[in-house]
């Protein structure tokens, strides 16, 4: 079978199927195709060689700031996340209530990591401009709704 890319003889740790151990993982149309001790390379695109490597599925962090430029202390998602194996990240409160758009715009549409917006039911009770948005759009039915919705799962 043809791959587009193989990944060989790295150390492969995935706790939900219970694999610690050396591993070749093949890749096609940008989904895992193969996890075996071995895989053929002779009809791959791209082969790395990952000795001495860990290879994951991707990470998940759970508090950052990547508003970089923006938010006092931030840095930029890409280089401090998915260049380090962190596929998802979930910025806690870079942006609020009256900045989330732009947040949406400028870093999470822009960023190969996929960044989450982590909002405070608080900020979004006190902001009539968003919960007028909702009501005029025939949105969401309560506040809490509309931040499970917009906030985690943008």
Not at 67 to 79: Q, R, T
Request: glycine fraction near 10%; charged fraction near 20%; aromatic fraction near 8%.
């Amino acid at each position: 079978m043809t791959y587009d890319l193989v990944i060989k003889n790295g150390t492969v740790i995935d706790p939900a199927q219970g694999i610690h151990a050396k591993k070749d993982i093949a890749v096609a149309g940008g989904r895992i195709a193969a996890i075996e001790d071995y895989v053929s390379d002779g009809d791959t695109h791209d082969v790395i060689e990952a000795v001495g490597l860990l290879v994951t599925p991707g990470l998940v962090d759970l508090h950052v700031h990547v508003w970089w430029g923006v938010a006092h202390l931030a840095i930029e998602a890409d280089p401090a996340c998915v260049y380090r194996g962190v596929t998802t990240a979930i910025d806690a409160g870079s942006s609020g209530a009256n900045t989330v758009a732009g947040f949406h715009r400028y870093v999470m549409d822009e960023a190969y990591t996929r960044v989450l917006a982590s909002c405070t039911y608080r900020e979004w009770v006190s902001s009539t401009t968003i919960l007028e948005s909702l009501r005029t759009s025939g949105g969401l039915g309560s506040k809490r709704q509309w931040k499970l919705q917009n906030c985690t799962q943008m």
